[in-house]
């Protein structure tokens, strides 16, 4: 087998059939690497598969697409996997209605490579074949082989972060990475109760809480496997929704008294019931709603025990404190290069032709974490 002949079997494993006819047809005798074939397929092919939302509420539908040609400060990059959060479940089940304009390809927490970078583009340090994690909450389109992205939802990583990792960290760290530090300023010792700890905000704010910030962690999980699962994660204690009472169980795993923080992504009556469960002068952080269920609190009930109520949205922050957005997500990324942490690894993957079996298996409550759809 010649060196050609072998850089197209390499590529084989990598590349759709339809982008190595024409990397093929192009390239002739010419002698290029895996890359080259790659850039060359990408520059002339016309289009790409992704799973397509043409109706709220019905099922993705798997197409070619057609390429678009990168504008000035775009980055084409080459999607490996896509973790599939909160905002994609309720986009397809029809949550917003309106406001979503259909035809669209949901996603937006992916990771891959490189593709092709715009000449001329604000971020030199970007380069074709750079294993990159990219988050792209604005305009979505993950859960395909490509898409274009701007260089400032784009983050440079090792190869020692996975694809599946990659594609299920940092939405979830970096939001509870703001939670803790910047907006509940934890210390080492400080008593944590995070609700809906099964879950992919829980799960990374137990990890967190407990292995960053050496926090007695108190867990709230619908079910005795999540409550294994956070045990794992260093949680202190867990506690069971509907299998025993949250706030005797909060004061015996805590000397008798109330915590000084809550992590609730949860909200409604799980929200209600965590509040009884604050100590004087404590937080309760606000990261989400996945009861669908936004609890409403007066007033008077702030007063009586002093405590505060924060609310904290990673989307907000990237519009609004957008260093605070790039540094957190930063900081989250070498945690994970060095070890800090250990993000649980993704309970259910699926092809991209699988996609919408993963949304009928996220409406089961017993999930764990976050699923993924692997691309390539």
Not at 28 to 36: F, G, M, Q, V
Not at 206 to 221: E, G, Q, S, T
Not at 314 to 331: C, F, G, N
Request: with cysteine; net charge neutral; aromatic share 6%.
């Amino acid at each position: 087998m010649g060196l050609l002949s072998k850089t197209f079997s390499r590529a084989a494993r990598l590349f759709s059939p339809k982008e190595l006819h024409c990397a093929r047809r192009l390239s002739k005798s010419i002698l290029i690497s895996t890359l080259d074939v790659r850039l060359v397929a990408v520059r002339h092919a016309s289009s790409y598969k992704a799973a397509v939302l043409k109706q709220a509420g019905e099922p993705l539908v798997i197409e070619e697409v057609p390429r678009k040609p990168l504008k000035k400060g775009e980055v084409r990059v080459g999607v490996y996997c896509c973790g599939i959060n909160s905002i994609d479940q309720w986009n397809v089940s029809g949550g917003e209605g309106e406001k979503i304009k259909l035809p669209y390809v949901p996603g937006y927490e992916i990771s891959g490579e490189v593709l092709e970078v715009k000449e001329g583009d604000d971020s030199p340090g970007l380069k074709p074949g750079q294993r990159v994690i990219g988050m792209h909450p604005e305009f979505q389109g993950g859960f395909a082989e490509e898409i274009i992205i701007s260089p400032k939802d784009l983050w440079p990583v090792n190869d020692s972060l996975s694809f599946e990792i990659g594609a299920t960290l940092v939405n979830s760290y970096a939001t509870a990475l703001i939670a803790l530090s910047r907006r509940a300023e934890v210390k080492e010792g400080d008593s944590v109760l995070i609700t809906g700890a099964g879950g992919r905000l829980g799960l990374a704010a137990v990890d967190l809480a407990a292995n960053v910030y050496r926090c007695k962690v108190i867990a709230f999980c619908t079910t005795n496997d999540k409550a294994e699962a956070v045990r794992e994660k260093g949680a202190f204690a867990t506690i069971i929704q509907g299998q025993q009472d949250l706030l005797t169980e909060v004061k015996r795993a805590n000397d008798g008294i109330g915590v000084k923080i809550i992590i609730d992504p949860v909200g409604g009556n799980v929200f209600k019931e965590a509040i009884k469960c604050l100590d004087d002068e404590a937080k309760i952080i606000v990261t989400g709603f996945a009861s669908k269920n936004i609890p409403q609190i007066g007033a008077d009930e702030l007063m009586e025990n002093s405590f505060s109520v924060i609310g904290v949205s990673l989307d907000q922050y990237r519009k609004k404190k957008y260093d605070v957005y790039r540094d957190s997500i930063t900081e989250v990324i070498e945690m994970a290069d060095e070890k800090l942490i250990k993000p649980y690894k993704a309970e259910g993957r699926y092809k991209l032709e699988k996609i919408n079996e993963a949304f009928e298996a996220l409406k089961n409550s017993k999930t764990i974490g976050k699923f993924v759809i692997n691309i390539k």
